[in-house]
Every structure is written in C-alpha cells, then in structure tokens.
C-alpha cells in the first residue's frame, strides 16, 4: 500500500474542513438564475411533512418535494449542523415536467450535503427529508414541524448523519478512520463505567478504576516525531488533532470529538505534550469551544443514547434536564434549546409549550414563558434556579470599572428565570441538604405579572468580605503557559490569600477554605498518616497552594512578568504561617517556599486539585465567620438563603424589599441544615420575592 505523508495528510485535513464552512465548495451553482424564491404550497394535514427528491444533476442541485405522512416513512431523515447562518447556495425546485418553480436557499454545510449524497453510490433511494429544505422558514408553519421532528425521525426508514464532505482523498482518510475504530475496540471495557458516572467530571475523578488507562500496543505516542516522519502512527495521531480542534458547530470535529468524550476523554495525556502544545497554541486559541467542551457535549449526547438502547426507566429527560445537559451546544435561534427539545422530552405534554418561531415571540418571552411552566413543578426547582444563575451574563453581577454600588443586570429577564446561556458557564457546586425540607410544602408561585418569583425559606447568614470572581482564560484551558495564564493564577493566589487573611491563617480556617474549595461535603483529603483529618485537610491545601505558587513565579520569568512578585511574597508569608502550624516553629527557616514539591504534597496536592470548583465563582467570608464559595459576583451585603425544596444555598441581593437571584453557594458548616438545628422551619421560614 501507498505510504502516506503527514504534510499531505495535515493540507488534506485544513481543506477537507474549509470545504464544510463553504470556503472551498467551489463556484456556487446558478441553475437558478431568473427564478424566484420558492413559494411552499400549504400543508394538507396536521401529520403532513414534505420529502425532496434529489436529481442526477452534476455540480447544481436541482429536486422536486412531495408531500406525505411521516407515518408512511419511505423517506431518510438528514441529521447535520447548520454550520454558519449565511446562504450562499441555492436548490433549485422542480415540477413534474422538470419546470423551474423558484429556489431555496441553503447554507454551505446543507449544499455540501447535498452534492454528496446525490453522488453517493452506497445511497440508493435519493429521498430525504432535511429541516432546512422541508420547512418553510418563513411561516408559522415551523413551530409545527419542530413540534414533529421526535416523530419524524423515529419513523424514517434511516436516519443519515452527516459528518463532513466527501473527502478529497480517500486514502488519506482511510488512515484515521482506521484508527478511530481501533481505538474504539480498543476502550470498549470503559463504556459501562463511563457511562455509570453520569458525567465526564466525575468520571476522571475516577479515573484510575478504568480497566483500560493506555493506548493499544504500537501506538503510543513518541516526542521524537517530526513533520517529515513516514509513520502511519504520527499520520493518525496528527489527523486526530487536526480535525478534531475547533467548536462544536465544524461537523466532523463532533465525530473526533465522540472519542475524546467517550473513548479516552483524558486523551491529552496520551498524545507527544511538545506537539500538543504548539498545536493548541497555532490553532485552538481563538476557538469558541475547547476540546473539554466538545467532550461533554458529545457524552451527553452519547450516553443518553446509550440509556435509551437499554429502555433504563429514567432515559427519559425532563425539558429542564435537557436544556442541562446539552448546555454547550450551539444553536443558531436561541429558541431551539427549549423548542427542539421539546420532541425528546418526556414532560413535554405536561408543560403545554407550544413552538412559537413568528416575530412577536421575542427569546425573553419563550424563556420567561418556560421558566413559569418549569417552576410550577417543585421537583425542578433546584435545577431550574441553577440553570437561570449558570445562564446568566455573569457581567450584569459584577460591579462596573466605575466602581458602582449598584450594578443592574443588562437581561429584561428576571434573575430566576432561564435564558440563552452565555458563555464561559461557570461551575456548580455539589448537592446537600441545606433546608430541612427537602420538598416544599407548596409549590412556588409568582406576583406582578409573573416577573415576581415568591418561595419559602430564610435568609441564614450575609456576606461581609468578598473576592473577584475566577475565571479559566483560554490559556488555562489549553494549557498555554502564556500572560494570561499566569493573571488567571495570580488572581486566584491573591483572592485566596485575602480571605484566609481576613479569616486569620489557622488549621481549622485553612481546612474550612479546602472543603470551600471542592464544594463537597464529602470530599475528604489523601490520608496524612498520624495526623487528624483537619491537619491532612490543611496540608491538602498548602501542598496545592505551593504548586500554583511555584507555577505562577516559573512561568512569569519565562513570559517576562514582574508584576507578580507582590503575590507571590503575600504567598508566601501564609505559606510560612501554615508550614508553622503543620510542621513546627522550630523547623520554619528550613522552608522555602519555592522549592519543589515532594511525593507526598503532590500527592496531597493531586487529591483537591481535580475536585476544586473555581470556574466562575467567587469566595467570600461571611459575617459567621464561614468560608463562603459562590456562583458569579457575590459582594458585601449580599444574603445567604436557604429555600424549601432546593438542594443547596444561594446568594441574594436586596432590591428594595425584594431580591436578585446571584447564584447558588456552598458555605462551609451550613450545608446539612445546621441553621435549622432545633428550630422548626414554619416559625422562622417566610415569603421571600425574587425579581
């Protein structure tokens, strides 16, 4: 067999993926030059949907459309991305006669489509039906159709994915398909307990119980590769890479993407780190989604597939647990996250929404429309209240750079209620029993025109003292050791000083800030042998604080940094003060705080490292004296409540006599109904308004 070289195969790859965006499909047809937009005839029937025929054109897309009953099937249902919004290309609509009845725009990806299943020899039937062709648009027919899509694919005669264009050389390809289905056979005994974990964080938090952590015999990867290197190994590896960077919205990067989320979703681990990092470096910084994202969107996907095949009772997924679990898909019409949804969900018909796409259904609208709907059942309370916090322009909680003591949400939304979800999403923390009921005794319900959520429940603490909100750069997602990845580490080194400061640096403190940290109750520290579990809790903390400390002054010396060296000395001043407490005054001048780590504090360090919650939190202290780890910006003033019904805690603002949601919070000590200890919930709980 013809060998194959890496450079062909990388040019391959860049054009094959230029092809899906539409910038090398070619010149656009022009069949239909001199015709109208085509005008869709109305449909006859409620159970009505529309077919096209595909002719044996060559380079123009000519079809004729049909209608029929989805319950005839006889037709096969396209599953692709729309890719961009911009309709370049054109169908063009074909009578009986083979008259021109007008054209229908398309998009780059459905032309791509198109061309190659018309071409397709493996493809007999050239009968399909596509959203994008079979619906008008334009009309209120589509909150309809969108209504049937469940229906119209379950009875297809197949359903087609489509993941990219044809490619330019088949033997190129060949090489890492071949790969994807060894690796695939190859990590097969890891899909029962992938799929047990539920998610792909709690999955590498159990990483090491996976019966296969290493790539198959003779395709470990080697930092000796180069870019002239004949290996049919590299080939693939480097054809893995380079198609599957990028977001979410490039379709065959969704396939690759289905192994780093199914297959071995740790697989940076796996590949050369040096060809990693210059490959993230040139070609992933300025993407819209990292590869993490694209994982756990794809085992999502994956797994409530699997569910389904295996008739579990609970594959079904209420409206609201979709809308969760698919929250790093892209749509182009933000309504799509609540009305495509609505075909798989198993609430759907208790909820009563109706697809409504015309222009007086404004997105605000829809998702205020569903949030009341969602909250009038108490079970979704708890996740519909995270959603609408994680969701929220993190931006419209923080205080301005003017320094405003009153900064408004920029969403006409009330701070309860759902919305398009803005990215990055911050974190969640792990579920409790903050409330003694862990259902209300009535469900909420809402004032003023539904803009007013009332619930029951108490306010418990309030925050005094509080930090920035963290979030990932870019960098630290990729791994790029570049200036914004040490400002991303330095602010968290300082926010995380400043509150053990204003704490006072003591073991129980230092231990209340780690179990802060994870957002878990019942995460609990690597064993420190002959020392008590708060003692091995604060070493798991220091051992953790001294790396970032220790990554934070190597990498600034390598990017040319000097403003960090006020962090670092504040650093390590605490450092020196819990190495005290640990180890003993009389051994506190044989530390050095830059010194490296040993076996025990990596390992120490390891163990609250992969459990930290940061991502778009804040930490604070609260007027108790608790550690405090909060969703978005919480400031001094703000409340700590406790609700009927919900499994954690959450930050309110006043407004007057009534409250900004903020988000959700983990306060140290107070998150199995501590405040409630003694006390009966109906003699100090009351009416709460959220606006």
Known sequence: MRRRHPRRLLQWSRSKIDRLYGKAGGKKNDASEGLSPYIYETLEGPDKIRTLQLHATKGKIECSLRQISFLDSGY???SYVWGG???????TVLDDDGKGLGYIPLTANVQAALCDLRDAKGVKSKVFWIDQICINQQGDEKNHQVALMGEIYRNASRVITYVGSAAEDE????????????LDTHFAPNYELLLITKSLYW???????????????GLQARESWVEDEDKYVSQGWKWLLQVAHGDASRPF????????GRIFFFFLDLFPSKYVDRFWEEECMHASQTHFDIAQSVYTLWSQRQSQKEQHPESRKSLVELMSWHEHLHCWDPRDRIFAMLAISSDASALGIVPDYSDSAAVDLVFLDASVRILQNPEFLSLSLLLACSWAECQAWTEDSAGSSDPAPTSALPSWSLGPPHSPIPGWSVHSTPHPRNSPRAPPYFRLDQTVLVLKGGVIDRISMSTPVSFHSHSVSLGIADESYIQTWSQRLRSWTAVLIHLGVNLENVAAFSRALTTSINWSPTVWDGHSVTEATAFAFWSYFRQLANYVREYACEVAMED?????KTCDSVMRELFALLFGDSVVELFHPDSALGPEEESASDGIWSHCQIQGRSFCVTETGRVCNAMNQAREGDMVAAFEGTSRLWILRPVGTKYLLIGEAFVDGLMNGEAYEGIDPDEVDYEIELV
């Open 76 to 78: 096969q249902a396209l």
């Open 85 to 91: 919004e911009e309709k370049l290309f054109k169908a």
């Open 171 to 182: 033997e190129e390809e060949a090489c890492g398909i071949r790969l994807l289905q060894r």
């Open 203 to 217: 999955a590498n938090q159990r990483r090491s119980e996976f019966p296969v952590l290493e790539l198959p015999q």
């Open 253 to 260: 990067a969704v396939i690759v993407g289905c192994c780093c």
């Open 564 to 568: 960090v060296t006020a962090t670092t």
